[in-house]
């Protein structure tokens, strides 16, 4: 199935200047009919919502634009793309790691204060 910009839009969830915005930057590359409108279809809504998975995951815009640049060029640059995926899987293996620091840290204070109440409590 093929989708005009508009219904293009509203299946991804993203405004249509945000895709123009996408293809100005190149992460996307829409085909074009005969009369120079752009045509988007099915494995584009896949490109797409892998895209606005790429940045939940915090990757930076830079990263996902060299991303889309390797995905374009072909399968011969999939050691490129496994490159990025693995620099931000370190990413978020460090901030994970760290979240777990944090909250060991409160956890721990909390542990204090449940002491504090209970022995509050004895007395």
């Keep these: 199935m093929n ?6 839009s509203k299946e991804v969830g993203l405004s249509i200047d945000t895709l ?3 293809e100005k930057e190149k ?23 892998f895209i606005k998975k790429l940045k939940q995951t915090g990757m930076p815009i830079k990263d996902i634009k060299e991303y ?9 640059t999939i050691e490129q793309r496994m490159t990025l995926l693995y620099k931000q ?27 504090m109440l209970s022995e509050r409590d004895i007395k």
Excluded: H, M
Excluded at 3 to 8: K, L, Q, S, V
Excluded at 27 to 49: A, F, G, M, Q, V
């Design 3 to 8: 989708y005009t910009i508009g219904a293009f």
């Design 20 to 22: 123009r915005y996408y």
């Design 27 to 49: 992460l996307i590359l829409p085909k074009r009919n005969e009369i120079n409108r752009r045509i988007y279809d099915s494995s584009d809504i896949t490109w797409i919502n």
């Design 68 to 76: 889309a640049k390797l995905r374009y060029l072909g399968d011969q």
């Design 89 to 115: 899987y370190d990413v978020l293996v460090e901030k994970r790691e760290e979240i777990e620091l944090y909250t060991q840290f409160l956890l721990n204070k909390i542990d204090i204060y449940k002491e």
